[in-house]
């Protein structure tokens, strides 16, 4: 385990220097948190009891998202990784003495919690000063906050596990963008990340929240902003714990398939 610590920390510390990127992709997502919010806004002056969550609900849902979108967000992508299959430097990778999923795993982690990290203080830290209704509030209680902290663990999984499973696609095709921008796409409409999972329609939305999509954002931002409680919240970690379990299998017996018929070319 120390090794794949050390290569936590290693990847960790490097990402956290591009804080020129991390300012830029701030002001970006705190703008457009903003507008997002003043849409709703503009929605629920005609009639707030039509909406599935209260005004203060999808804040924030809102604030939240944008906070934490580089751990979220399925389209960001560790490049590393992707030139590493397609250059055929994973030559280099497979004479390490370590497992190559577990390394890429930690990998992405890092990369994705040192974006965050960056990004998130500022946005909470004016979005909590906001205006009423327009700030975001912390949960009623400490279970609650508890609750999100487990629930954003287990998305953090979730995202990576499948985005591994790009990866390992990537070794049988020539160009993997197509791979990618098509699970980007699901990912950011199934997952809440264009409209909140409660305001589809009641029929698509019980097929949406058994997909392993609705076992990111849409959980732990639920449970934040207190729409998901009681019974529903232990069946929301519930399908998070079973999406992660079975999607590192799949990728863990993907990639084993992949490096037995891979050739890497060059001298």
Same mark, same amino acid.
């Given at each position: ?25 701030m ?11 003043l ?5 629920y ?8 969550? $209260? ?20 389209? !960001?992508?560790?490049? *590393? ?10 030559a ?6 370590? *497992? ?16 965050? =990290?960056?990004?998130c ?19 009623? *209680? ?28 990537? !070794? ?8 990618? =921008?098509?699970?980007?796409s ?8 264009v409209?909140?999972?409660? !305001? ?27 729409? %998901? ?9 519930? %399908? ?5 379990s079975?999607?590192?299998? =799949?990728?863990?017996? $993907? ?13």
């Open positions: 385990m120390k090794k794949y610590g050390a290569v936590f920390k290693i990847r960790f510390s490097n990402t956290l220097q591009y804080r020129t990127a991390a300012v830029a992709g002001v970006t997502q705190f703008v457009w948190g903003l507008m997002e919010i849409a709703f806004y503009a929605f002056q005609a009639d707030p009891a039509a909406f599935p969550m $209260s005004f203060q609900q999808t804040v924030s849902y809102i604030w939240l998202q944008q906070a934490f979108l580089a751990l979220f967000m399925l389209w !960001f992508y560790d490049n *590393d990784i992707l030139t590493a299959i397609s250059s055929g430097s994973i280099y990778e497979l004479a390490r003495p370590m *497992d190559l999923y577990n390394r890429w795993f930690c990998q992405s982690a890092a990369n994705r919690l040192a974006r965050s =990290l960056l990004r203080a500022p946005i909470l830290s004016i979005a909590f000063v906001l205006p009423t209704p327009f700030r975001l509030v912390l949960p009623a *209680d400490l279970f609650q906050l508890g609750m999100f902290c487990v629930a954003m663990t287990l998305t953090l999984g979730v995202v990576i596990a499948i985005s591994m499973l790009v990866y390992v696609s990537t !070794f049988y095709t020539i160009n993997s963008v197509g791979v990618r =921008l098509v699970m980007a699901f990912a950011d409409f199934f997952s809440g990340a409209i909140p999972l409660p !305001f589809f329609p009641p029929a698509f939305r019980q097929i949406a929240e058994l997909l392993p999509f609705a076992a990111m954002q849409n959980i732990p931002l639920r449970i934040y902003n207190g729409n %998901l409680t009681g019974t529903a919240l232990w069946q929301g970690l519930g %399908l998070q714990l079973f999406w992660l079975l999607l590192i299998l =799949l990728g863990k017996l $993907s990639l084993q398939q992949a490096l037995k018929k891979v050739i890497v070319q060059g001298g």
